[in-house]
Nanobody, 120 residues
Framework: QVQLVESGGGSVQAGGSLRLSCLSS???????IGWFRQAPGKEREGVAC???????GYSNSAKGRFTISQDKSKNTLYLEMNSLNVGDTAMYYC???????????????WGQGTQVTVSS
């Protein structure tokens, strides 16, 4: 069983940046690993992923603003978020053990989430 713990969320003004971290209790590489988010009243959506071969995928809203990365030596996944806007306000979750990039149905392990709030 893999446990995932997110951190780094918070409140920021529009245009600002945040870096989210996700610490894993075990090795999660070799599968899809990624970040998802869910805003109040909306469905959870994929934001970014790292595929088993190391290439990445992004949602249209994240492309060009967010960067997903990993530090295998620290069992940690990151999401660098720049040029944040109010529409990015959501609970952000990391996930592992996936079989597809941005499809939340295909991930086995989930963290508890970290809140990101962007104000105008």
């Amino acid at each position: 069983q893999v446990q995932l713990v997110e951190s780094g969320g918070g409140s920021v003004q529009a245009g600002g940046s945040l870096r989210l971290s996700c610490l894993s209790s075990g090795t999660i590489y070799g599968t899809y690993i990624g970040w998802f988010r869910q805003a109040p009243g909306k469905e959870r959506e994929g934001v970014a992923c790292i595929k088993p071969r190391g290439n990445t995928g992004y949602s249209n809203s994240a492309k060009g603003r967010f960067t997903i990365s990993q530090d295998k030596s620290k069992n940690t996944l990151y999401l660098e978020m720049n040029s944040l806007n109010v529409g990015d306000t959501a609970m952000y979750y990391c996930a592992a053990g996936g079989t597809a990039c941005l499809s939340d149905d295909d991930y086995m392990y989930w963290g508890q989430g970290t809140q990101v709030t962007v104000s105008s």
